[in-house]
């Protein structure tokens, strides 16, 4: 019994490894894809939806406001409470960017579980122009983001475009370690599945369509009650004939975690979310987490072959992390996070398949099979 388990750990080691590799290879090409030139430059109105003081909110949304475009730009910012710190925030960018077309919306209507969905609702009406931007408040962008966005919305066959995110980390021991699960994890996992044809991703970091497309697939009314509202969004571009392309560059996803329980929660709704996407494809990822299953060798008896294995397991996934760093011009991570960030990652991976209760801003919600929010009561 026993070494038929070391054997299957040590499969699935093999099996990490390859992944390993592949992603190295794969995100290298993906990177060294040259973007498309832009040929026009339309009119954008950028939706921001904000709820508190997030960290380093001010900078992320500066980023917006700094933007190297020669068409016009409208950014709509959307809170839901008149006390919101974050209405401060906004009221100094006024202020910073006096040239810019900026406008605050505070709305408390609710049109669904969704609170996001709900505050992109309520801002919607006052959108000026053609193309739309949907963009979180944690995401931070270079000066050609939007010039480097039309130029792929203007491909032919092309109904939205969502952008990869890397991350970028405060001090905490916590933002790094969610630091190095983006950078290490999520990014290179999703640019593999790009890559074979087996993703069909849309992130919430930029969802970018035509106005005209928005209203076809019926405003953002028809994603009120969606866990997965990207996800959702994505869905809905690709039923209408055309793709949600995914450019070659990324663009910056702020990790604000400032406690354990902060960053537990927070990766056990995304991890939760993925599930109920891709049951089968998120099953099947288990193959990814090769240092577990080293260990896990290690402990069913396999001796030296085990510790050769887990070495180089941890070789592996610090040289994926520098190629990742390099190819995206990346700053360097903590190396040495790396174990004890993919023990967590796999503590996620289990923890996701037991319940599918999530935490959300501050309130409870479960998730349903049609990947629609459910509030939780409180004796559930």
Same mark, same amino acid.
């Given at each position: 019994?026993?070494?038929?388990?070391?054997?299957?750990?040590?499969?699935?080691?093999?099996?990490? #490894?390859?992944?390993?590799?592949?992603?190295? /290879?794969?995100?290298?090409?993906?990177?060294?894809?040259?973007?498309?030139?832009?040929?026009?430059?339309? #009119?954008?109105?950028?939706?921001?939806?904000?709820?508190?003081?997030?960290?380093? $909110?001010?900078?992320?949304?500066?980023? *917006?406001?700094?933007?190297?475009?020669?068409?016009?730009?409208?950014?709509?910012?959307?809170?839901?409470?008149?006390?919101?710190?974050?209405?401060?925030?906004?009221?100094?960018?006024?202020?910073? *960017?006096?040239?810019?077309?900026?406008?605050?919306?505070?709305?408390?209507?609710?049109?669904?579980?969704?609170?996001?969905? !709900?505050?992109?609702?309520?801002?919607?009406?006052?959108?000026?122009?053609?193309?739309? &931007?949907?963009?979180?408040?944690?995401?931070? +962008?270079?000066?050609?983001?939007?010039?480097?966005?039309?130029? =792929?919305?203007?491909?032919?066959?092309?109904?939205?475009?969502?952008?990869?995110?890397?991350?970028?980390?405060?001090? !905490?021991?916590?933002?790094?370690?969610?630091?190095?699960?983006?950078?290490?994890?999520?990014?290179?996992?999703?640019?593999?599945?790009? !890559? $074979?044809?087996?993703?069909?991703?849309?992130?919430?970091?930029?969802?970018?369509?035509?106005?005209?497309?928005?209203?076809?697939?019926?405003?953002? =009314?028809?994603?009120?009650?969606?866990?997965?509202?990207?996800?959702?969004?994505?869905?809905?571009?690709?039923?209408?004939?055309?793709?949600?392309?995914?450019?070659?560059?990324? /663009?910056?996803?702020?990790?604000?975690?400032?406690?354990?329980?902060?960053?537990?929660?927070?990766?056990?709704?995304?991890?939760?979310? /993925?599930?109920? &996407?891709?049951?089968?494809?998120?099953?099947?990822?288990?193959?990814?987490?090769? $240092?577990?299953?080293?260990?896990?060798?290690?402990?069913?008896?396999?001796?030296?072959?085990?510790? +050769?294995?887990? $070495?180089?397991?941890?070789? !592996?996934?610090?040289?994926?992390?520098?190629? &990742?760093?390099?190819? *995206?011009?990346?700053?360097?991570?903590?190396?040495?996070?790396?174990?004890?960030?993919?023990?967590?990652?796999?503590? +996620?991976?289990?923890?996701? *398949?037991?319940?599918?209760?999530?935490?959300?801003?501050?309130?409870?919600?479960?998730?349903?099979? #049609?990947?629609?929010?459910?509030?939780?009561?409180?004796?559930?």
């Amino acid at each position: 019994m026993w070494s038929w388990l070391t054997i299957i750990c040590l499969i699935a080691v093999g099996l990490s #490894s390859l992944h390993t590799g592949a992603a190295a /290879i794969l995100v290298g090409r993906f990177a060294r894809r040259k973007t498309p030139v832009r040929i026009e430059s339309p #009119s954008v109105t950028i939706l921001k939806p904000l709820c508190g003081d997030e960290s380093e $909110l001010e900078k992320n949304l500066t980023s *917006f406001c700094a933007q190297d475009y020669s068409g016009s730009v409208q950014i709509i910012f959307g809170v839901q409470a008149s006390d919101d710190p974050a209405i401060a925030i906004v009221n100094a960018l006024s202020k910073k *960017f006096p040239g810019q077309n900026l406008d605050l919306v505070v709305d408390s209507r609710l049109h669904g579980l969704n609170r996001k969905v !709900s505050n992109l609702v309520n801002m919607a009406a006052r959108i000026r122009h053609q193309v739309v &931007i949907l963009a979180d408040s944690d995401i931070r +962008v270079g000066p050609d983001y939007i010039v480097n966005i039309i130029a =792929e919305l203007e491909r032919p066959g092309v109904n939205g475009v969502t952008c990869l995110y890397h991350a970028l980390a405060s001090r !905490s021991l916590w933002s790094r370690l969610s630091a190095l699960g983006i950078d290490t994890h999520f990014l290179p996992n999703v640019v593999v599945g790009l !890559s $074979l044809g087996l993703a069909q991703p849309c992130f919430g970091s930029t969802i970018a369509l035509r106005r005209t497309m928005l209203a076809r697939i019926g405003g953002m =009314e028809a994603f009120a009650n969606d866990m997965a509202d990207d996800y959702a969004l994505g869905a809905a571009l690709r039923s209408q004939g055309g793709e949600v392309a995914v450019p070659s560059f990324t /663009i910056g996803h702020m990790c604000g975690e400032r406690s354990w329980s902060e960053l537990w929660r927070h990766e056990l709704r995304w991890a939760r979310t /993925i599930r109920s &996407i891709d049951p089968a494809g998120y099953a099947a990822s288990v193959v990814t987490h090769g $240092l577990p299953w080293a260990l896990l060798a290690a402990l069913f008896g396999g001796g030296a072959v085990a510790m +050769v294995a887990m $070495l180089l397991v941890v070789v !592996s996934r610090i040289l994926l992390c520098r190629r &990742i760093e390099r190819a *995206f011009g990346l700053r360097p991570h903590p190396y040495w996070l790396l174990p004890i960030r993919d023990l967590l990652s796999f503590t +996620v991976f289990i923890a996701s *398949f037991i319940g599918r209760s999530v935490t959300w801003k501050g309130s409870s919600y479960r998730m349903e099979a #049609s990947l629609a929010l459910k509030r939780r009561s409180a004796s559930s």
